[in-house]
Each structure stands twice: as structure tokens, then as C-alpha cells.
């Protein structure tokens, strides 16, 4: 049975202007797959406990869970929970609280010449790592651009953008550099995929298990 490519648009909540991506991702790929892409275009460093919310389930690594009684991301495929559900939630650094919309946006027809997942488009970059919160990468974005702020200095020898941002810009966004992370996980290659039209919300509908 030929797979198919989920199309999701994330959104990274209570952020102005708004930070948010793009990304196809095979029907078949868990949760976990989907948690380590997230990672990857928002370039997050993926060392802060995570979770799925989906309606009342909570979904994640039990290796880390210490009572919450997670699912197990790794058993559950993004093409089912999509199929049910059109929009879901995933949390990330239970500190800062950052909460990422997560809208289904159809099944799409597979490019041959493409590796999935992949990121296809976004806007705006993404906040430091501990920045603390949405509350904290506000105060962070207006002293950094404010050379009179009290934390200006501060906040410049505390950011650390890599090689490839040294200097924090509000409206950065490389789709390529993106990519080039994203890239750096093995990612196998679809032969073939169908299409369909994209399934309404159904509520009270159970998941699937990966098998």
C-alpha cells in the first residue's frame, strides 16, 4: 500500500509577529518523527521534556515520563492522528511553556525528487533556547534591538544564533539552512503516494498504533 504525504502548517503560539512553519512529513511516521521535525525547523535543541496534546490524550517519550502517564509517541502515526483529528498541540519546555498549533492542511501528491520530512516554507525566527517564554523573547527582542536597554548587553552575550544567525533578526527565516538541518537525520524516500481530499474533524474518534 503506497503511502502519502501529510501537509502541516505549526504555529508557535503567543508570538508577534508570528513564528510558524511548513512541513510535509510521511502518513506512516510516528509522533516522535513529527517531535524531531518540530525540533529541527524551529531550531530548538531538543533537551527539554516535550509532549502531543491531543483532545484529553497527552502523548510523549516514556522514558521521561515521571507519573504523567504518557502514550508513547513512537506507537502512533501522524496520517491517523491527521485523518481525526484537524488540529492538535505540541508542547515543548514545560519551563517556558512554548505551545505549537499544529494544523492538518491535506494529503499531498508526492515529489519524486524529494526526501521527507521536509520544510517547505515559514516565516520569522524562531526563539532562543531558556529565553524564557513568550513573556521573555518579547523582553529579549526589545533589548536586543534597543541599544539603551538595561539588558541589552546582557542578552548580547547571552544569545548564541550559531553560525548561521550570530546576530538575532526578528524576520530571519532560511528555508535552505532550514532544510540543511532538517536534512542531517536519516529520512527514507517515498517511490509512490496518493492523494485525497482532506477528512472533517471527527471528536471522539480513537488512534491507531503504529505497526
Same mark, same amino acid.
Given at each position: 500500500?503506497?503511502?502519502?504525504?501529510?501537509?502541516? @502548517?505549526?504555529?508557535?503560539?503567543?508570538?508577534?509577529?508570528?513564528?510558524?512553519?511548513?512541513? $510535509?512529513?510521511?502518513?506512516?511516521?510516528?509522533?516522535? %518523527?513529527?517531535?524531531?521535525?518540530?525540533?529541527?525547523?524551529?531550531?530548538? @535543541?531538543?533537551?527539554?521534556?516535550?509532549?502531543?496534546?491531543?483532545?484529553?490524550?497527552?502523548?510523549?517519550?516514556?522514558?521521561?515520563? %515521571?507519573?504523567? =502517564?504518557?502514550?508513547?509517541?513512537?506507537?502512533?502515526?501522524? +496520517?491517523?492522528?491527521?485523518?481525526?483529528?484537524?488540529?492538535?498541540?505540541?508542547?515543548?519546555?514545560? =519551563? #517556558?511553556?512554548?505551545?505549537?498549533?499544529?494544523?492538518?492542511? =491535506?494529503?499531498?501528491?508526492?515529489?519524486?525528487?524529494?526526501?521527507?520530512?521536509?520544510?517547505?516554507?515559514? @516565516?520569522?525566527?524562531?526563539?532562543?533556547?531558556?529565553?524564557? +517564554?513568550?513573556? +521573555?523573547?518579547?523582553?529579549?527582542?526589545?533589548?536586543?534591538?534597543?541599544?539603551?536597554?538595561?539588558?541589552?548587553?546582557?542578552? $548580547?552575550?547571552?544569545? #548564541?544564533? +550559531?553560525?548561521?544567525?550570530? #546576530?538575532?533578526?526578528?524576520?530571519?527565516?532560511?528555508?535552505?539552512?532550514?532544510?540543511?538541518?532538517?536534512?542531517?537525520?536519516?529520512?527514507?524516500?517515498?517511490?509512490?503516494?496518493?492523494?485525497? @481530499?482532506?477528512?472533517?474533524?471527527?471528536?471522539?474518534?480513537?488512534?491507531? $498504533?503504529?505497526?
Amino acid at each position: 500500500m503506497y503511502q502519502r504525504v501529510v501537509q502541516f @502548517k505549526i504555529i508557535l503560539e503567543n508570538t508577534k509577529p508570528e513564528v510558524w512553519r511548513r512541513v $510535509l512529513i510521511m502518513e506512516g511516521s510516528s509522533l516522535r %518523527t513529527l517531535h524531531y521535525l518540530i525540533q529541527d525547523v524551529f531550531w530548538w @535543541k531538543g533537551y527539554h521534556s516535550y509532549m502531543f496534546k491531543i483532545e484529553d490524550d497527552e502523548f510523549s517519550d516514556p522514558e521521561f515520563d %515521571t507519573g504523567q =502517564g504518557w502514550l508513547d509517541d513512537s506507537k502512533f502515526k501522524v +496520517g491517523k492522528v491527521a485523518e481525526k483529528f484537524s488540529e492538535f498541540n505540541f508542547i515543548y519546555d514545560f =519551563g #517556558d511553556w512554548w505551545s505549537h498549533k499544529i494544523i492538518f492542511e =491535506g494529503f499531498v501528491e508526492v515529489d519524486l525528487k524529494e526526501k521527507y520530512p521536509v520544510c517547505i516554507d515559514g @516565516k520569522n525566527a524562531a526563539p532562543p533556547e531558556d529565553v524564557g +517564554g513568550p513573556p +521573555g523573547f518579547e523582553e529579549f527582542k526589545t533589548a536586543v534591538k534597543d541599544k539603551k536597554h538595561e539588558r541589552h548587553e546582557e542578552f $548580547l552575550e547571552w544569545y #548564541d544564533g +550559531g553560525m548561521f544567525q550570530k #546576530d538575532f533578526k526578528v524576520n530571519w527565516f532560511d528555508l535552505e539552512i532550514t532544510n540543511f538541518r532538517v536534512g542531517r537525520r536519516e529520512k527514507p524516500r517515498l517511490i509512490k503516494a496518493v492523494t485525497t @481530499k482532506k477528512t472533517p474533524l471527527k471528536k471522539k474518534s480513537s488512534l491507531y $498504533l503504529v505497526k
